[in-house]
């Protein structure tokens, strides 16, 4: 049986990624092993209905109708919900990038974030996507992860930068310690200059739903501060979390 219609259109939407936010016809085409006449049709129903657009350069990128339905999904409206207010006061207390992020099977995603005044090299971006183990809201997330979830992880330890966690004995221990101690923090482990520290966001029976971080040049002074910061923004965002009864 052939591919249907949808999995073909689905297929194009999927040729975007954190990597490929903008795309030539020929490369949607490509990415999406159909076709350049098919990509060329569908794509051109996506751009009217406005599910893509298509810029001045002639590269497609997502359309804001795809970002308004996003916006339905209950990570968005719940949690971001939630948590706009925490984070905007995390943020005025340390003036530092602040993020929001939930896990998406063995990735990070990355559901908010306030850029702060530090010039510090940050990779993430609302919608991105990063490994659980070189991230600090990665291992808060993965440190809570079912078990088969660590297996998979632990079995893509790739390097990002020369500080990045490979070892999975040690990316263990330090799991473990993220669980007793109740946060967790990187040290250039995903971008060279930028250190962070994240904390779990607890909803209903406790459970972690989400990580809060922050991200800042060194942790070495400041970092009881900004962990005492961040844990007091995650329980006001669980609280509120709690009384919508969000799920």
Do not use: N
Not at 63 to 75: H, I, K
Not at 137 to 146: E, H, Q
Not at 196 to 216: H, M
Not at 218 to 225: F, I, K, M, S, V
């Amino acid at each position: 049986m052939g591919a249907t219609v949808t999995s073909r259109v689905l297929d194009l939407l999927g040729a975007f990624d954190s990597d490929h936010r903008s795309l030539t016809l020929s490369d949607l085409a490509r990415r999406a092993g159909l076709p350049l006449a098919t990509a060329h049709r569908l794509v051109g129903e996506l751009t009217r209905w406005g599910a893509l657009t298509r810029l001045p350069t002639g590269e497609y990128v997502i359309g804001r109708r795809l970002w308004d339905l996003g916006l339905l999904s209950p990570v968005q409206s719940g949690l971001r919900q939630a948590a706009s207010p925490f984070l905007h006061d995390l943020y005025g207390a340390t003036l530092a990038t602040v993020h929001l992020a939930v896990r998406d099977g063995c990735e990070v995603l990355y559901v908010d974030r306030l850029a702060g005044h530090v010039s510090v090299p940050v990779v993430s971006k609302i919608g991105s996507r990063l490994p659980l183990h070189a991230t600090g809201v990665g291992k808060v997330l993965l440190a809570y992860a079912p078990e088969d979830i660590r297996t998979e992880a632990f079995a893509r330890l790739t390097r990002v930068t020369p500080y990045t966690i490979t070892q999975p004995a040690l990316l263990a221990d330090q799991l473990k310690r993220v669980r007793t101690a109740g946060f967790a923090t990187t040290g250039e482990e995903m971008s060279l200059g930028a250190c962070s520290a994240a904390v779990p966001v607890r909803g209903e029976a406790d459970q972690v739903v989400a990580a809060l971080g922050i991200v800042v040049p060194d942790l070495r002074r400041e970092q009881a501060r900004l962990i005492s910061a961040l844990q007091v923004a995650a329980r006001g965002i669980g609280r509120t979390l709690a009384s919508a009864q969000w799920k």
